[in-house]
């Protein structure tokens, strides 16, 4: 049986968010402007009609956008190779309003001369603000490439800090 890929489209304070489902699971967050978008999205749906992972992951959105959610709580199926999941998966890992370096996600996979590799995952990741891609920095803290855009990624940053209080850099 042939899984359908459906997606709701949600308004966010960093524009238009496409939110993909296999049905049971999140499968992509996007933005208007990805570097990678995905292939297929499916069909759009309403809000009505949406399964339910397309509606909590709508709401728990919305309430990270309006700064009283910090993790979320979805289930995920994100495709990709086994480097870039072992990636995603520390990306997870990331504290809210804190950063890692490329860098250090590499030590981390034990794998140190691969920040480069580290980056190039990161910018793949088809889950974006849910898995927060966004939280990753250059070696000296400059913002840096992300697939939705610089100008999001440190809207993302500004909005977990001043939720936090606590300045990332």
Same mark, same amino acid.
């Given at each position: 049986?042939?899984?359908?890929?459906?997606?709701?489209?949600?308004?966010?304070?960093? #524009?238009?968010?496409?939110?993909?489902?296999?049905? *049971?699971?999140?499968?992509?967050?996007? @933005?208007?402007?990805?570097?990678?978008?995905?292939?297929? *999205?499916?069909?759009?749906?309403?809000?009505?009609?949406?399964?339910?992972?397309?509606?909590?992951?709508?709401?728990?959105?919305?309430?990270? @956008?309006? #700064?009283?959610? *910090?993790?979320?709580?979805?289930?995920?199926?994100?495709?990709?190779?086994?480097?870039?999941?072992?990636?995603?998966?520390?990306?997870?890992?990331?504290?809210?309003?804190?950063?890692?370096?490329?860098?250090?996600?590499?030590?981390?996979?034990?794998?140190?001369?691969?920040?480069?590799?580290?980056?190039?995952?990161?910018?793949?990741?088809?889950?974006?603000?849910?898995?927060?891609?966004?939280?990753?920095?250059?070696?000296? #803290?400059?913002? *840096? #490439?992300?697939?939705?855009?610089?100008?999001?990624?440190?809207?993302?940053?500004?909005?977990?800090?001043?939720?936090?209080?606590?300045?990332? @850099?």
């Amino acid at each position: 049986m042939t899984i359908a890929t459906l997606h709701l489209v949600v308004d966010s304070p960093v #524009g238009p968010l496409t939110l993909v489902s296999d049905g *049971t699971h999140l499968t992509g967050v996007w @933005f208007a402007e990805s570097k990678h978008p995905p292939v297929d *999205t499916g069909r759009e749906v309403d809000r009505d009609e949406a399964p339910q992972v397309l509606r909590d992951a709508a709401d728990q959105l919305a309430e990270y @956008f309006a #700064g009283s959610r *910090t993790a979320f709580d979805l289930p995920l199926a994100a495709g990709g190779t086994d480097f870039q999941r072992r990636v995603w998966a520390l990306l997870e890992r990331i504290p809210y309003a804190e950063t890692r370096s490329y860098g250090e996600l590499a030590a981390e996979l034990g794998q140190p001369g691969a920040s480069r590799a580290v980056g190039l995952a990161n910018g793949r990741n088809p889950v974006s603000i849910v898995v927060p891609c966004h939280r990753v920095v250059g070696a000296s #803290g400059a913002i *840096t #490439g992300y697939g939705g855009g610089v100008e999001r990624k440190q809207a993302l940053l500004d909005l977990e800090r001043g939720v936090a209080g606590d300045a990332l @850099f």
